[in-house]
Structures are given as structure tokens and as C-alpha cells.
């Protein structure tokens, strides 16, 4: 995968004979996103600030992926042993903004977050409906580790065509208690259960989730950005 | 679903003609676990001490869902603007320590963790294997939220007869870069794929993943419980 490469090409082709129905969820792994967008940097390309060499050296990394971590930076959540949390520009808190070497497509290369994954998730949805007549919705993924729990786990970074968030609140159970607060996070159970089948190192970045026929819905992944004023562990 | 009924038959009931099969995973909702271990209380019983009368005064909840929270605590990790997050004594961070009015059976009872969910899981894989005579696993599930991200999703707090991380460190990619940290949650991705079919309002309290063919594994949720002084979280 190459910046310019037509992804919803790719996907088409690969599904082959079985092709996209209505309602289908296409999971697309944030890596070849990236690349069919040309956010892959080659690190002799990057000339790390001052910054960047002090907190490289403090962290026993690479100056310039640190250098790349800053910029994709919105703010530093957490900067101790080793480990950096950070808010990405679009939200997000994860490790290194979101910047991998992992699967890079060179030992050279960075890989960085899409400049906005929804749009991206929106774009390939529109692509995979012309082409297939089908009305599918699109899951933008990316492999966060969680505060408190060990693991990482998949979760939406880029969302279209589906509801991202299924409120409960103020609906009732059988025996008439109030649901208050439960918002299950749908977009990023569907990524969950995709990287059940995409793996890491079977290069295998796209699943489709067939049959579960959820809401459609405008709701990009910036629904699950926690205002950092809501947030009570930032 | 009452203290002492007979999970692992009520589910191959419900399974019918379509019975487990080996690398089956037998997805369960905790409530229902609690519920069959007789981990219910009604509210009228309950004594709240001094503290728990001054904490739900302080958030405007209930004094005796509050002691039965600090009762489920081994150590409160936030406690503002009426949110508690609490270090279970399994060792799980969550909202209240799992106690939780919804679903509860009646309107003045509430649902407390089984109190070894592992164990749980491994007894309800067990009586299935015996029933079935297939080598299944077993995930029992609880619905949690996160740090920095809107939504709840459905995690593992018991695994019995499946790895719990896959660990990559030490693997390469296709260009040999060699992966450092990447370890996936898949009992927790498979608890988060079977929530988009159990819902919360649907009685659909069990789900069976198949077609995954999981390593299987002794390892148990406690996989999951980061210590905390390896934890920049608390």
C-alpha cells in the first residue's frame, strides 16, 4: 500500500466474489489508511528539535520518532519510564500519538495517525457505495492500550455510517429501574471483534462484520473524545 | 436467574440443536454469574456505615448502594463529581466496583461481582465440557468505561480455557522491525464482540464466538490486572 493507492479498489477486489451488502461494517486498520495517504515518513527525513533530543535521551528512544511523537502532539498526558501518553491532535490519548514503526512498509519508515480518520472513514464509505451499491459503514481502527488494565485492544479512531454511541440512559429495565449512565462505545466493540481476525502480523488490515445491522448514523469517532474538562484522570 | 439454578444446563438448553463445539467460546454476562452464585443483595438489608452516609451525601446517591461499593473496594482511585472509580478486590478499576442496580431482578436488589470470576469461569467451563463433552472456553464479562474515551465496552473479569494476551515482543514484521509491546487483549476483544449481540435491554445474557480457534491457555483475567506500581494511572 502507497500513498495514492485506491484503497476502495483494493477492498473491492479482495472481496471477490462475495461482495458488500447493506448494513456490512468494513474495518480498515488505520496503518494502510495512513499509507493510502501518504502520512509515512521517512525518519532520516526528520531533524529532531532540542526537545525532542532531551526527552529521547530521558526515554532511551530515537530522537527522531520522538521528534514525530511531539508533532503529532496535541498535549503530554503521562512521560515516565520510557512510556508516553499523549493527546493527539484529533483527541485521542495513546501511546507515542499514535506513531509506529511497526509495519511500516520500510526500516526507515514512520507511520503516522490519518490527519482526520473520520473524514478518511467517510471517504472510503462513499467509495465502497459507489462501487458496490451497497450502504455500508466504515470503522477506522488503531491498537490503544487502557489505563489501569494490561493489553491493548483495537478501537475506533475514524467512524461513517453508523451510530458510534447506543445511549441507554433513561430507558428501563424488566423491572423498571432507570439506566442512567451505560453508552456502549459500538464502533469500538466492532474494531475490537475485528482485530479478532486481522492480527498483527498476518497482513490482514481490513474484515467486514456482517449481520449485526446497526443504526445507521452521522456519528463521527470524535464522540468518544472526552473533554479533558469531563476527564477525571488527566 | 436465582441462586443455585443451573447455568451451564439453562445454556445448553438454550443452545438446543446447536451444540458447543471445541474452541467454542461461551461469552457470559457477570449478572447473570452473580445471580446463579447468589451475589445479590436487597438494599433494605444493608447498614451503611458513617463514611458510606457522608460519601453518597457528597454525590447525592444512595447510603446503602454506597456501602455496599466501599464493601466491593479494595482502594477508591476517584471519587468526584458523584463518578467513584474503585480498585475491586479482584484488582479491576472501574465504576463502583461493579455494583450495579440494573438488572438486578427486583427493584430493591443489586448485583455485586462473583466473587472469583475466574473461578467462575472455570467451573461453568467444566460443567459444559461434562454436558457437551466439547473443549470450550469460557469469557465472563463485565461492562466497563474508560479513561479518556466516552462509552462503556464489555470486558473479561473471569477467562477460563483461552490465552488472554497475545504477545507479540520479540516478533518482527516483514520488514524485520521488531515488535516491542504489542499485546492484544483477546478475551477482552471477544467480550467486546459479543456485547454488539448481548445488548443490555434484550435478556440475551450469553453469546458463543465460534470459528476463532483461540490458543488455548491456564491463563486467567487476572492477566489483565496491571500492578499498580507499574500503573502511571493512580
Not at 63 to 85: C, D, N, Q
Not at 160 to 176: E, I, S, T
Request: aromatic content about 4%; some cysteine.
Amino acid at each position: 500500500m502507497r500513498a495514492g493507492d485506491d484503497l476502495a479498489g483494493l477492498i473491492a477486489r479482495a472481496l471477490g466474489a462475495d461482495p458488500l451488502r447493506d448494513r456490512d461494517v468494513v474495518v480498515v486498520a488505520q496503518k494502510i489508511v495512513s499509507k493510502a495517504e501518504g502520512r509515512v515518513i521517512a525518519l532520516s527525513s526528520v531533524e529532531p528539535s532540542a526537545r525532542a533530543r532531551q526527552m529521547a535521551e530521558e526515554a532511551g528512544r530515537d530522537p527522531r520518532v520522538m521528534e514525530l511523537v511531539l508533532r503529532e502532539s496535541r498535549s503530554i498526558v503521562r512521560f515516565e519510564r520510557g512510556v508516553l501518553i499523549a493527546e493527539t491532535h484529533h483527541g485521542f490519548v495513546c501511546a507515542n500519538a499514535g506513531v509506529d514503526r511497526s509495519n511500516a512498509g520500510a526500516p526507515d519508515a514512520v507511520v503516522l495517525l490519518p490527519l482526520d480518520p473520520d473524514a478518511s472513514a467517510a471517504r472510503l464509505r462513499a467509495e465502497l457505495g459507489d462501487r458496490s451499491g451497497a450502504d455500508v459503514a466504515v470503522v477506522v481502527t488503531d491498537t490503544f492500550g487502557r489505563a489501569w488494565r494490561e493489553g491493548h485492544v483495537n478501537v475506533a479512531i475514524g467512524v461513517a455510517g453508523m451510530l458510534a454511541l447506543k445511549r441507554y440512559a433513561g430507558q428501563f429495565d424488566p423491572d423498571g429501574y432507570e439506566l442512567r449512565v451505560t453508552e456502549i462505545a459500538l464502533a469500538d466493540e466492532v474494531a475490537a471483534a475485528a482485530e479478532l481476525v486481522m492480527g498483527k502480523l498476518d497482513r490482514c488490515p481490513v474484515a467486514v462484520v456482517r449481520g449485526l445491522e446497526l443504526p445507521g448514523s452521522d456519528e463521527t469517532a470524535q464522540t468518544y473524545v472526552r473533554p479533558k474538562e469531563k476527564d477525571l484522570f488527566r
